[in-house]
């Protein structure tokens, strides 16, 4: 008799995400003279965006490249997987570019993350997740289904190795591919980002990205050209691993677009508000290094937006939560019906 009692859906909620990579994520897009600083100041926007997170009691997903895990080169290369992937265009792969790559943390804080990675740990409310071992492309020509299992099973090694267990996963790129959630499953996965459902978020690989399409995912942070992409707690749970869609990429602060802050702010304060309201989900995210430069215009928008989360948990429940608590809930709600 008690399954034949409807079982209330939870609260709204917001879900943040960070696609943690450093170097290992642009390093086929931009060179260290070009993007160097943003990446350093990494180090600068890690510890004060979880000073924030644990002042609002915000918990967080750190989708992390595995790459960044290790204390020393000579550890990285003890751990990279078997079956590499075979990109068509080389220079995707991280894995013909590591004689660049320095000695350990102190001496090249482009490619290792171990000392940010315990910070980020240490932090109550904090997850840690993966982007993947070497930021790998799921829709590029020359990579394959076993190639993509190694470098899971590469990267869940090496968090067990440091007490961690992996249960979120964010495509590099947003490069979802269907084709894949089984490979993530046998790997301990049970929730991934997904894309925002709408033709300008449509997964593509890189040679396929139209500069028409990068132009209206732009205007979009402004203005509403395709929904706020909430959630519903009915629509996540539909299949395994459970996917979590985005709603809103936060935009790193522009001088050259400042007269727009409070549109860009709006659109995503509006999204939070309509997810707490019918009891959704609120999915934003970002890079650590997109806060790399102008720390503190990036950390007052954050704050603007811990302070309205802090307004819908008290009139509406809102509950902060992170994709793995997400998947837990779900998993409850299906257990219970």
């Known amino acids: 008799m008690a399954n034949s009692i409807p079982t209330p859906e939870p609260p709204g909620a917001l879900v943040i995400s960070l696609d943690f990579e450093i170097n290992w994520g642009v390093r086929d897009q931009q060179t260290l003279a070009q993007y160097g600083p943003h ?3 990494v180090r600068q926007a890690v510890p004060a965006m979880l000073e924030l997170f644990a002042e609002y009691g915000l918990h967080a997903t750190w989708a992390t490249v595995g790459l960044l895990f290790f204390r020393t080169k000579a550890e990285l290369l003890a ?27 102190a001496h090249d804080p482009y490619h290792f993350g171990h000392s940010l ?3 980020i740990v240490a932090t109550p409310g904090q997850e840690m997740a993966s982007h993947t071992f070497c ?7 020359g990579q394959t ?3 993509f299992r190694h470098d899971l099973q590469a990267f869940v090694q090496t968090a067990a190795e440091q007490g961690l267990e992996l249960k979120s996963l964010v495509f590099p790129r947003n490069q979802y591919n269907v084709n894949y959630l089984e490979a993530c499953q046998e790997a301990g996965i049970t929730s991934y980002r997904g894309n925002e459902q709408s033709w300008i978020y449509k997964e ?3 040679e396929q990205q139209a500069l028409y399409k990068r132009g209206a995912r732009l205007l979009d942070a402004y203005v509403n050209l395709s929904g706020r992409h909430t ?8 299949s395994f691993p459970y996917n979590i869609p985005a709603s809103r990429f936060l935009r ?11 549109l860009r702010l709006r659109r995503i304060l509006n999204g939070m508000e309509q997810a707490a309201k019918r009891g959704e989900v609120f999915h934003l995210w970002w890079h650590p290094h997109n806060f790399g430069q102008n720390l503190t215009e990036n950390m007052a928008v954050l704050r603007r937006i811990a302070e309205h989360f802090r307004r819908l948990q008290a009139r509406y429940g809102m509950q902060s939560l992170s994709m793995a608590e997400v998947a837990d809930r779900l998993h409850s709600l299906s257990a219970s019906v």
Do not use: T
């Open 39 to 41: 990446l350093l100041g």
């Open 79 to 105: 751990h990279l997987p078997a079956v590499q992937p075979q990109y068509a265009d080389p220079n995707l792969s991280p894995y013909l570019a590591l004689d660049a790559v320095g000695e350990d943390e």
């Open 117 to 119: 990675i315990q910070q």
């Open 135 to 141: 930021h790998y492309y799921c829709l590029e020509r």
């Open 145 to 147: 289904p076993e190639a």
């Open 204 to 206: 593509r690989s890189e």
């Open 231 to 238: 959630a519903s707690w009915v629509d996540m749970g539909r």
């Open 252 to 262: 790193p602060w522009s001088g050259r677009f400042k007269a727009l802050e409070g």
